[in-house]
């Protein structure tokens, strides 16, 4: 049921246009930090420069590329990017910072011999694929039609390795552990969480039909799941949703005597994408709807028909993945106008019915082997 909040599409959406957005700043100077303690690769550097307005040092995470025996630096972002800019008003002297400060000076490379250098540097750093719109893979000619627009630096001094006595090992290990788990925080708490479905907010109309026959469900309905998830601490929610939700629900007598709803799990997303783990958890290509009937009828508050919201518990049957259970939850519901609105949550233990647990974040994590199947439904009367 998770998703990966790094896709290519979230990366590119970090740095609309041409400048980092608060989640992109943030990862930039924890990265700057680790890579100018020297607890990456060698590639891995602190770019430092002052800033061509401010005159106050800017510090960059950067990955280099080696070709030839030689180090170079490329701008993911290309001619725009912020770094090139002070890099150019320094006249290319700047310090490369692994452990410690290393004096450089960075020389614009020719367009005509770019190409070669834009490939090996998509090779060997992986954050700028999203960036560069040509594979890794692709044909020389391809890179040669976009080099113009991606500045290549020969780096003429570059950080030498030094020898990791014990000590820095240690240090390393400690820093290396403290950056996971920030990382795994920001991971989890950053991603966006849906609140749970509630009675529509607002004042409400006075009731416009009469309250006895049957009400059917229509367009401002949801439903969906959501579920706990951990690493490393850090808890968020992982949230479903969907509105393919139909139903009817018959009222005689200040009482709600039957009511069935289906809810379409195919087209249940997380954050907008389909998932693929809740698709096997549920095998729902072979059980593509949830069910839920009323076993017992449900007598309302007189007060109900004038508007008032009530609450009341309802014993209904829910069936999903083959397997069919009576469960009892509450339900909350008002007259609105010509509408009648229902919101309720029921605890889910996937065991019950059968449902796979998924794999989650292995020994760093895990998804709650429960959550609650959440819903709000809006009918009219037809007849």
Not at 28 to 49: C, D, H, I, Q, Y
Not at 320 to 342: A, D, K
Request: glycine letters at 10%.
């Amino acid at each position: 049921m998770k998703t990966r909040p790094f896709s290519a599409d979230r990366l590119r959406a970090m740095y609309a246009g041409g400048r980092g957005d608060a989640t992109a700043r943030r990862f930039s100077r924890l990265w700057a930090a680790v890579f100018g303690l020297g607890l990456m690769p060698r590639r891995w550097v602190t770019l430092e420069v002052p800033g061509r307005r401010s005159g106050k040092l800017t510090r960059f995470p950067l990955g280099m590329a080696d070709l030839s025996g030689r180090w170079y630096l490329v701008p993911m972002l290309g001619e725009g990017c912020n770094w090139v800019r002070n890099v150019r008003a320094a006249d290319g002297r700047v310090i490369l910072r692994r452990r410690r400060a290393v004096p450089c000076r960075l020389t614009e490379v020719p367009v005509a011999e770019r190409a070669p250098v834009i490939r090996r540097y998509l090779q060997q750093v992986p954050g700028a694929r999203p960036h560069i719109p040509v594979d890794r893979h692709a044909p020389m000619a391809d890179f040669e039609a976009i080099a113009l627009r991606y500045p290549v630096f020969l780096v003429s001094s570059a950080p030498v390795r030094r020898r990791h006595w014990w000590r820095w090992m240690i240090v390393t290990a400690a820093v290396l552990v403290a950056v996971i788990i920030a990382a795994a925080g920001a991971f989890v708490m950053l991603q966006p969480t849906l609140a749970p479905l509630a009675l529509p907010a607002g004042s409400t109309g006075t009731p416009a039909s009469p309250l006895d026959g049957t009400w059917q469900v229509t367009a401002g309905s949801a439903a969906g799941f959501r579920v706990r998830e951990s690493v490393l601490g850090f808890s968020n929610d992982t949230v479903g949703r969907t509105a393919a939700v139909s139903g009817t629900v018959v009222i005689a007598g200040q009482q709600v005597t039957s009511a069935a709803f289906r809810v379409d799990l195919t087209a249940i997303t997380v954050n907008g994408k389909s998932q693929a783990q809740f698709e096997r958890g549920l095998a729902t290509q072979a059980d593509p709807d949830a069910i839920i009937t009323l076993v017992q009828p449900v007598t309302l508050d007189p007060a109900f028909a004038s508007g008032t919201t009530i609450s009341v518990t309802v014993r209904a049957r829910l069936t999903m993945h083959g397997v069919s259970r009576v469960v009892t939850f509450p339900v909350s519901g008002r007259r609105n106008g010509t509408e009648l609105q229902i919101t309720g949550a029921i605890p889910v233990a996937f065991a019950a019915w059968h449902i796979t647990v998924p794999a989650g974040f292995g020994f760093l994590g895990s998804l709650d082997n429960h959550g609650v199947a959440e819903f709000l439904l809006v009918l009219t009367r037809t007849g």
